[in-house]
């Protein structure tokens, strides 16, 4: 006889269904199911690695982390070698990432490397990868602003007191907005629906108002506000507002410690886990995944989405 099961609920929330989809979400798995991260220790620890860990995706320093947390720098052999005069040492471990327009490749920790008799003294991001620094915002602020256009994101900025920073919201009647898909011979533009509106705080630096903006979007692409396409990212309304906030924090703290700028969500989650033993109940796939859309938004201008996909 089998055991009596609880019926599903007859109308579950986004949020819910979200959760009930695990076995598709890889980090998820590991972050509930495999205990990894449980702990709010373990989990400073990702967010640390993750953020200083800057020269390869959040999701690929997250697969770096899972394999090798005591990892320093990593590469793969042709690069050791040919950029660093450095060969792998025999019964090494690879490290396996996800390469760019292909399906993974292997690479190597510095520590799993010997120096040949010409090898060039190695640069301080090797030598040093996790040193604090201080950075500030270039080109990052204006491209993330461009590339949320094709999302249906309009960003404006108001006067507003030094406690206000901005906020995302639902749009409400028909706008539309205009987002550059090409630059040459002539510039054109496809126009996209405005969706959301997000408020930045014009009297803050450059550097508050990038941390303000990757914030409110990790909130949009980590489903909070729902989706208006699954595919794009994932409907996880209904989700309890500290869950949004911590996992909004999460992504703010990734983004701003990978450029080395003041890092607002530090104190937040600083506090959150001095409070608590275990992390709560978040979708670490939504929040990797989203810092490396958001960090990709900064970085290069992104093509149009496609309504049907």
């Known amino acids: 006889m089998k055991d009596a099961q609880e019926p599903p609920p007859q109308n579950p929330t986004p949020a819910a269904e979200w959760d009930r989809d695990l076995s598709r979400r890889a980090l998820d798995e590991l972050f509930r199911l495999a205990g990894e991260y449980k702990t709010t220790k373990q989990y400073r620890e990702l967010l640390k690695f993750v953020g200083r860990f800057r020269s390869y995706s959040p999701y690929n320093a997250m697969l770096i982390h ?56 190695l640069p301080p991001e090797i030598e040093r990868p996790f040193e604090i620094r201080r950075g500030q915002v270039r080109g990052e602020l204006w491209g993330t602003i461009e ?49 959301y509106e997000l408020l930045l705080n014009s009297k803050l630096s450059l550097e508050a108002n990038y941390a303000t903006l990757v914030h409110e979007l990790g909130h949009l692409y980590c489903g909070h506000l729902g989706t208006p396409n699954l595919k794009w990212w994932p409907n996880r309304q209904s989700l309890m507002p500290e869950l949004c906030e911590f996992e909004a924090e999460s992504v703010c703290y990734l983004l701003c410690q990978r450029l080395g700028i003041d890092n607002p969500s530090a104190e937040y989650l600083s506090q959150y886990m001095g409070n608590h033993k275990e992390t709560p109940a978040i979708s670490l796939e939504c929040v990797i995944k989203s810092a490396g859309l958001i960090e990709q938004m900064g970085r290069e201008r992104l093509k149009p989405r496609k309504e049907k996909e």
Do not use: C
């Not at 949320?148 to 906020?167: L, M, P, W």
């Open 147 to 195: 590339n949320a256009k094709r999302d249906g994101v309009r960003i404006n900025t108001r006067d507003a007191g030094s406690q206000d920073a901005g906020e995302i919201r639902e749009a409400e009647g028909e706008k539309y907005l205009a987002f550059q898909v090409k630059w040459r011979p002539e510039p054109e533009y496809i126009s996209v629906r405005v969706r």
């Open 66 to 121: 899972t394999q090798m947390p005591g990892a320093i720098y990593v590469a793969p052999p042709h690069r050791w070698l040919g950029q660093y005069r450095r060969r792998i040492n025999p019964g090494a471990r690879p490290l396996v990432i996800l390469q760019p327009m292909g399906p993974v490749m292997f690479v190597f920790d510095v520590s799993d490397t010997e120096p040949e008799q010409d090898a060039p003294p």
